[in-house]
């Protein structure tokens, strides 16, 4: 197995068919970008996601943590939704949040928890129904 079909079982594993198809066509256009995308495949997925000593879940931690910290709500929950594949609870995220706080202020949070009410909302994790999501903290 190649480097490349490693890292994409691993994008597969965690982010599903769709996504694996689309990092791989991506990697393999000769596009702008798609070197970019093959590094993203060949390092980030084969080489460090794969490394021992962390697993998938913990990796998904810290690959949130990196995400608040730098205020990327839409990676964050690109994270989020693979650390719910790797086996996070919505608790553990929740965690993950409240952790950061001191560290990263209150408008890093308010983003990442708007970020986090898409997820939970696009996958039907509301647990009222009535919840409409958060837009921040106000």
Do not use: C
Not at 4 to 29: C, F, P, T, W, Y
Not at 82 to 97: A, C, F, M, W
Request: aromatic share 6%; proline share 3%; net charge neutral.
């Amino acid at each position: 197995m190649t480097t490349r079909e490693a890292g994409i079982n691993v994008v597969r594993e965690m982010m599903g068919d769709q996504a694996a198809a689309k990092l791989s066509a991506s990697a393999d256009s000769n596009t702008f970008g798609a070197a970019i995308a093959g590094y993203a495949v060949d390092q980030v997925f084969a080489d460090i996601w794969t490394r021992p000593g962390l697993d998938r879940r913990s990796r998904s931690l810290v690959s949130m943590s990196v995400m608040i910290a730098m205020r990327q709500p839409h990676e964050f929950a690109i994270h989020m939704g693979t650390g719910l594949n790797n086996g996070l609870t919505l608790k553990e995220i929740e965690e993950v949040l409240i952790q950061a706080l001191p560290y990263v202020g209150y408008p890093a949070i308010a983003t990442a928890l708007t970020a986090a009410a898409e997820v939970i909302k696009d996958r039907g994790l509301d647990a009222d129904k009535k919840y409409a999501g958060h837009r921040g903290l106000l």
